[in-house]
Nanobody, 115 residues
Framework: QVQLVESGGGLVQPGGSLRLSCAAS????????MAWYRQPPGKQRDLVAT???????NYTDSVKGRFTISRDNAKNTVYLQMNSLKPEDTAVYYC?????????WGQGTQVTVSS
């Protein structure tokens, strides 16, 4: 079955960096678009970035120039490099794949940006 396991979250000061990882299994990873979403406290879950199997990326405006999504198809892993972090980036970050017309999610990893 499809499994997504995120890691790499934590507490960081404003201006700092974190790298999130998402290890995927249960499907042919290289064929599928992968996404990162985030859900701030008390708010809805929103799309942050996507990457196709070929490596084409897309970002929401608020993270452009600061976040980089990438993937390693040999390791079945997708990454989110987050630089110049701001307090408003505080959220639970989720990895996502749409497989057989169904959304699959990881358990989420908490990112807190605070001094």
């Amino acid at each position: 079955q499809v499994q997504l396991v995120e890691s790499g979250g934590g507490l960081v000061q404003p201006g700092g960096s974190l790298r999130l990882s998402c290890a995927a299994s249960g499907f042919i990873f290289r064929l599928y678009l992968m996404a990162w979403y985030r859900q701030p406290p008390g708010k809805q879950r929103d799309l942050v970035a996507t990457v196709t199997g070929y490596g084409t990326t897309n970002y929401t405006d608020s993270v452009k120039g600061r976040f980089t999504i990438s993937r390693d198809n040999a390791k079945n892993t997708v990454y989110l490099q987050m630089n110049s972090l701001k307090p408003e980036d505080t959220a639970v970050y989720y990895c996502n794949v749409k497989y057989n017309r169904k959304d699959y999610w990881g358990q989420g990893t908490q990112v807190t940006v605070s001094s």
